[in-house]
């Protein structure tokens, strides 16, 4: 069997979007940053979100039901930082940056390559994290913008910004 270290060795190899992870309800607003989301299905338009089960927001999401996969932009880096440092506040965290919503309510990052509204339909306990399985109620996208990558535990640019426009769209219930 393969150690922890070694895992997560292996890991470093296999880049990813960098995702600001919010949520907002009756357990009031959250974020977190991540890189382990993922489509599941297009129908219903679905994605799942992985979150440590030890984290003090794991419980605070899920009673919230919903939740928005703001997927970075490069010239976001700092609010992916924001949203994983520990020392600092959830206010301090949402003030470094320019907040709205769509369907359901859940934060969206204003200037996020991409901002995926969903319903959280399903949670699963794998280990040592939360899969939340997210239906996508709304959709919120600019491919004008270059991407934000986590490879080799280091940020990266992606793509050339080769001019695209703002686009939204309702996703099919």
């Given at each position: ?27 009031e ?11 599941v ?9 992985c979150?440590?089960?030890?984290s ?7 009673a ?21 440092t ?72 992606l ?8 686009l939204q ?5």
């Amino acid at each position: 069997m393969t150690d922890t270290k070694e895992f997560r060795s292996g890991m470093a190899l296999l880049g990813s979007a960098v995702c600001v992870i919010t949520s907002d309800g009756p357990e009031e607003r959250v974020g977190f940053t991540a890189s382990a989301v993922c489509s599941v299905t297009d129908s219903p338009p679905t994605l799942l979100v992985c979150m440590n089960s030890a984290s003090e927001l794991a419980p605070k999401v899920r009673a919230n039901g919903v939740l928005c996969v703001n997927v970075l932009s490069a010239d976001q880096e700092e609010a992916s930082r924001a949203f994983a440092t520990r020392g600092l506040s959830r206010e301090q965290r949402f003030a470094r940056a320019s907040w709205s919503t769509l369907a359901t309510g859940a934060p969206v990052l204003d200037g996020a390559l991409a901002s995926f509204d969903c319903s959280i339909v399903q949670t699963q306990n794998v280990g040592t994290h939360h899969i939340f399985y997210c239906e996508i109620k709304a959709v919120r996208y600019d491919d004008s913008r270059d991407g934000l990558a986590y490879f080799k535990r280091a940020y990266h640019r992606l793509g050339t910004n080769v001019g695209g426009q703002c686009l939204q769209a309702e996703a099919a219930r």
